[in-house]
């Protein structure tokens, strides 16, 4: 039963798998979804999903799927209350009689029969053949027979709002290719872990190994040895842009930068600002004031390769800022090597470099700065800000090359 | 077969009522997503209570194994113990302690177990329980024994999300994400925890609890146990419902961080009117 659903969720890149069909065959089979839409909506997404960032997803194959059920949804409240109560099938009913008048009917037939009837009826029938009724032969209602028929009311009353639910996207905000929060960054930012116990720490676990040889050498008499556990070697060195044309971005820049510090799984983190593109020297707050400044060689110096480093900026300015002598136009500081020249150094130093870039990448190729990002991209692997992105970002950093 | 249909003092939303049932039916785990502060703990103990069974609840900690969980064979005292020639050395299963999921599992009578936060463990540690989850048995090596599960136990597992849940872990539950209450539902929990409350301030206290979570630069963002702190202060001071929204007072027991206390400020002052950029 709805395989083709099956087939429809797999394609809108929900990642179905035969079992969890199954389970939803399972719930079918043990009447979990009453036999009302509404509930197969939810017992079918219970199953099916996995994550809120994937409702959204489900939603769309479901309201796609059963999008042509819709036209019905215009059924009044009065004609449902009495649906509810449904009489018995009449004893004598002539079953025969139903296959041949309805038998031949097709789907538009039956929709016709249904706005035509929905515009007559007034009130309640029950055991007839032509109104919507309970308990007759007609092709509308339920809990009658009829071999073709659209069922109205009797547990599928809820019908409409299952397919306004999948309609509505109410969960738009928690799909994956969205921009991030702080907690989506700092679950990204875990995947940043070496393990090593050739660190620094208590040593707090049993070496059962070195405990069995001392325990001989002793003699038999137990020796316990114990060993440091082990640690995140993982040392970051992040450089934020901080220059105007990042405003607009503040906020999205602001949440990374809440992530990357409460992040304390590091065994080192060093954060630094730049305006527009690095040259001698770097910030150390987001001011960029040349007071609290640091040589960008002091950096290069003193940071040694293990060291992995995130570019956060839109990688937008002009062309001179990038290529030229003295392209720094920051409170007249003059650079004595062009940025891309920088940009090279700290690529050259350090193995594992990538950008992120809060602007789309949709946008690269026609936003201001298109030429830059171009030239900057060719450099450093620029990634857009975006959760699945920078988690394919972070493994690609985390990854030695 | 089980039905849950929330209790006196768990107030249960029809979405998360249809998951537990359905997780019942089907006798699989049943993962809650949400909030901190949504009431993903509360499930656990409002459905024993609802049912009747008992509950036993496994806490994760970042240093938590799967193991642990299951048994935990204390090798060192056995050592220790077989030193001094104590009696009963050479019994290994006295050196045998289930753990949560293992107790669960031994239990003549169905019960609820609840993995707490189970986000909080190494990525690796959902992975490790797949078989016993999947199965609700496992083996102890050291006694050749089987523990498996005479009634499968009903299981909640909570998560905050910190860290990813691997997708062979998530295939095997059925997945409940708890939206932070709305206003109406709020308005009804609160009534659980307070008797008689007064119906205006309760809409007062509400109204400026919104505007506040609504404040963009709130990183913390204050949520039901918090709210129900701040009622009890209002309540106690006696305080005019209709200057809630102005003055915020108590404000400390919502918001636990400075920034986020100087960010309501710096609203208050606006009249929780957003700027314009």
Redesign the interface.
């Known amino acids: 039963m709805f395989i083709d659903f099956f087939y429809k969720l797999r394609e809108t890149g929900l990642?179905v798998?035969v079992?969890?069909w199954l389970?939803v065959m399972?719930?079918l089979k043990?009447n979990?979804c009453k036999s009302s839409l509404t509930?197969f909506y939810?017992?079918c997404r219970?199953?099916v999903?996995?994550?809120?960032s994937e409702?959204d997803k489900f939603d769309t194959a479901f309201a796609d799927y059963f999008k042509d059920i819709k036209k019905f949804d215009q059924i009044p409240q009065e004609i449902y209350d009495f649906l509810e109560n449904p009489k018995e099938m009449a004893e004598d009913f002539d079953k025969l009689a139903a296959d041949l008048r309805n038998g031949n009917l097709t789907l538009e037939d039956l929709q016709r029969l249904l706005r035509e009837r929905l515009e007559e009826q007034k009130e309640r029938h029950d055991g007839g053949i032509y109104w919507i009724g309970t308990g007759g032969g007609s092709t509308m209602g339920h809990s009658g027979y009829s071999p073709k028929g659209i069922r109205v009311g009797g547990g599928e009353g809820r019908l409409r709002s299952a397919l306004q639910m999948a309609g509505e996207h109410n969960y738009k905000d928690f799909r994956e290719d969205n921009i991030l929060d702080?907690?989506q960054l700092?679950?990204a930012f875990?995947r940043l872990r070496q393990f090593s116990s050739r660190v620094d720490g208590p040593k707090t676990e049993?070496d059962v190994e070195k405990t069995i040889q001392k325990?001989c050498d002793n003699a038999g008499?137990?020796k316990?040895v114990f060993d440091r556990p082990r640690q995140n070697t993982v040392k970051l060195i992040v450089l934020f842009d901080s220059g105007g044309s990042m405003h607009?971005y503040s906020?999205m820049c602001s949440a990374l930068f809440?992530a990357v510090s409460k992040s304390n799984h590091f065994k080192d983190l060093k954060i630094y600002y730049f305006h527009n593109c690095i040259y001698d020297q770097l910030y150390t707050t987001p001011e960029c004031i040349y007071d609290k400044s640091v040589e960008t060689n002091w950096v290069l110096r003193n940071l040694n390769k293990d060291y992995k480093v995130i570019f956060v900026g839109d990688a937008a300015m002009s062309p001179t800022e990038l290529l030229s002598v003295g392209g720094n136009f920051y409170y007249g500081v003059f650079n004595e090597e062009p940025g891309i020249e920088w940009i090279r150094k700290f690529k050259k130093k350090y193995q594992n470099v990538i950008w992120l870039n809060p602007i789309l990448e949709s946008r690269w190729i026609h936003t201001y700065g298109y030429d830059t990002i171009r030239m900057i991209s060719k450099e450093v692997d620029m990634y857009e800000l975006t959760v699945s992105r920078m988690e394919y970002a972070l493994k690609k950093l985390i990854a030695s090359k | 077969m089980n039905n849950f249909n929330g209790s006196n003092e768990y107030v249960v939303s029809d979405d998360l009522m249809r998951s537990v049932n359905i997780s019942m039916a089907l006798e699989k785990p049943l993962l809650i997503k949400g909030e901190p502060g949504t009431g993903k703990t509360m499930l656990a103990d409002a459905i024993s209570k609802a049912l009747g069974k008992k509950l036993i609840i496994w806490n994760i900690k970042s240093t938590t194994k799967a193991q642990d969980g299951l048994y935990v064979y204390d090798t060192v005292q056995r050592l220790y113990d077989s030193q001094f020639g104590t009696e009963g050395v050479n019994d290994i299963k006295k050196y045998i302690k289930l753990g949560k999921l293992g107790e669960a599992f031994n239990s003549d009578e169905q019960v609820v177990l609840l993995i707490d936060e189970i986000d909080k463990a190494d990525l690796e540690f959902p992975n490790d329980l797949l078989w016993e989850l999947d199965k609700m048995e496992f083996y102890i090596p050291e006694t050749k024994e089987t523990i498996k599960a005479k009634v499968r136990p009903i299981v909640i597992i909570t998560s905050n999300a910190e860290k990813e849940l691997p997708d062979a872990f998530l295939r095997r539950c059925i997945f409940h994400y708890i939206e932070f209450p709305n206003a109406e539902m709020m308005a009804e929990i609160i009534k659980v925890h307070f008797n008689n409350i007064d119906e205006y301030l309760l809409e007062k206290v509400l109204e400026a609890f919104y505007l506040i979570r609504d404040v963009r630069d709130v990183q913390k963002k204050p949520s039901t146990s918090e709210v129900i702190d701040w009622i009890q202060a209002l309540a106690i001071s006696g305080i005019d419902p209709d200057t809630i929204k102005e003055t915020v007072p108590f404000a400390g027991v919502l918001l636990k961080k400075n920034e986020d206390l100087e960010a309501v400020e710096k609203a208050k002052e606006r009249g929780f009117v957003r700027p314009r950029w």
């Open positions: 990642d798998s079992n969890e389970t399972e719930a043990k979990l509930e939810y017992v219970s199953i999903v996995r994550s809120e409702f702080t907690r700092q679950v875990r049993l325990t008499r137990l316990l607009r906020q809440q």
